[in-house]
């Protein structure tokens, strides 16, 4: 049995300094159909994020609800969450992946309001900072998680391949 942390933060570093407004995604691996991958949002102004059971619970039955037979629940009677966490900055090439899927699915999907805003800043935020690198930890992980492994990225920026949005 595995049952997702009540909360638990995310912390961006680029090259080593907090990254405020940096976008997160978090895949909750399944052991059925697909993995669920959820933008929660930007850092704060000392490169963390809360992030809550409920908010990933909303946003994978969002996608579900969306298209059914290519996700199993995360929570309920038969709930199928493998117990991995994947926690990390998002590369510019899933900020632009994440544009163009919101750009066909916003008329249908239930996206949160200020989603197209958040990803759009995020990408300049990135861009701005040039980093190398930028490195994601979690911590502060509430004690009635059950089975859940967290795995973070870092996610490589070489300067040359950030281009402004929509140029290519």
Known sequence: MTQLP??????CTADGRPAAGVPVLITLRMNVRNH???VIGLTEQDGSRLVDRTTLEREADAS???SPSDYWPVAGPEPEFGGEI?????SIPEVEA???AYDVYHTVANYPSNY???LEAGYRTVSAL????ITTAVDDISSDAIGVRFVTKS?????ARLVPLGAG
């Open 116 to 118: 197209r805003a958040d």
């Open 130 to 133: 040039s980093p190398r690198q």
């Open 64 to 66: 579900r609800n969306l």
């Open 155 to 159: 996610v490589p920026f070489p300067a």
């Open 86 to 90: 994947e926690v990390g900055a998002m």
């Open 98 to 100: 994440a544009l163009r």
């Open 36 to 38: 669920y991958n959820i």
């Open 6 to 11: 009540k909360s638990f933060r995310v912390t």
